[in-house]
């Protein structure tokens, strides 16, 4: 894992190096110049390795996610009004709005320009770039609507999330020339690891440590967000006959009481519930790549870097 | 011409019916609907066809073409907080801001998509589109500055207009197979009759006659817009030590007397100089059709738009 980011960290940084000066590139620099795992890029060198191909000459394409990946955060940020990424201002806050937007149009050329002409890639990185964007139309979607149910918010997340990290890998496993199937079980992979951390993450926000997390606990059920937990929380609430969570989602968001929210999931089980969840997705994950081991073909690294992911958000 | 833009709108309209449904798309299929003259498509199938390549094996990069277009549309209305486009509201206006910007993006996705895996389009398509970004970044830079050169103008219009109308021919020559120095012709052509039809618009707005126009004439100049125009007339104004525009400029938009700078312009003799640069530039570009003129080669059909383009702005 050590020797794949720093391949990926190399590289990102001379092509940092190779911008331009001016309003449409700082932007791009200073957001990726902000702390990350840069996951997306290590799994795509660790998909063409895992098939036998040489992490050096899959960076462009590494990279090219990398920059999609952050194209897609300073639009997100705009679009959810987010002042702040990773305790940092976002580009929109630190420049402007249309900065922001122009800056992330002309990344995600630059994604292009770096993922280069393969047929093959390329067909991969349209059809799960276009699934992005779908994801987050969704989510915007969901906010204006009352009721959302478990497999639309799961059909969200894949779509927002999850795809980016199957993409990765498989776009990795496609310049190595795994076969189709392989390709297959690598993204199944990717994707269910992408669930599986998202749930995980919501998990943490309601349950987490305050000081371990270094955000206030139930922050995203006191935002009345739609995650698994509180949807699951509602339906369950319901058949319960109970009320705590639709009384406290009918009051102002600052009036909310986040720890009664909390422990009304807790009473109807649903943390049980999610945990039992992420097993089942991490469940298939695993199971991908116990298929992809063999003779002369190690997944270590892919299992190093997917329980690190876990140790962060456990 | 006719048979081109035939060509083009019904390999659009097919593209267009083959969108999913959803917010994501409907703003897509809104915009491409409005009335359009289809330039670019028409030149990327007119520049194939020049080069003895067939129309209709162009059609993909021809609509990518006319995506990417769009897709500039729908993000520079909402920098520019425009509220119509061509009598009708914008994207961001009928929907929202998000819904603009995602829906933008997809697009730009969705052209490159269509664009194909073809190393030197792409690589053609990517300098240009990049190019474009660089272009509506120094517009939005010179809004924020005094003084703006006629040659900084000048580099700006050929990133944000003129170069894609080259990129549109090139790539069409390039998949018809045409050797270098022939794509260079037919660039400089696109590029050279980008920026006179730009120079054109400006000179219609403050001198055209507002019943043929259907705008009011003067309005970018009531605007205080930075125009070839505006930018000549400042610096001949300071040479010949008057003050009229100056004077206009420091006053609120509503309250400046469009008639009298117009007035001024046409004094300064900036009127004349600007008709003078629109058959300089125009003069480049037909120089280049007739280098590229001969046996079993016609330019005809490049001529007969060109001069359609003219003759709707003259």
Redesign the interface.
Known sequence: MVVQRALVDAHLQRWMESLPK???YEPMAYLLSLPAKRVRPVLTVMGCELFGGHGKDVLDEAVAIELFHN?TLM?DD??DASPLRRGRPTVHAKWDV??A??S???M???A??LM????EV??IF?RH??EV??G??LD??FERRDIVSLSDYAAMIRLKTAVLLACALRIGACKAGAPLDDQERISSFGENLGLAFQLRDDLLDAFGDDDRTGKVSGGDLRNGKKTWLLIRGLELEQHLGRNVLMDQLRLPSVQRDAKLMVQALREYGVEREAEIEVARLEGIAFAQLDDLDGPGRSTEDLRILANALRARVS
Not at 116 to 119: D, K, P, R
């Open positions: 001016g309003t449409l194209f639009h705009i679009m249309n900065t937007i122009l992330g149009d002309a995600l050329v630059k292009y320009q280069g002409a393969n047929a390329l067909s349209n770039a276009i964007c779908e987050q139309q915007m979607d």
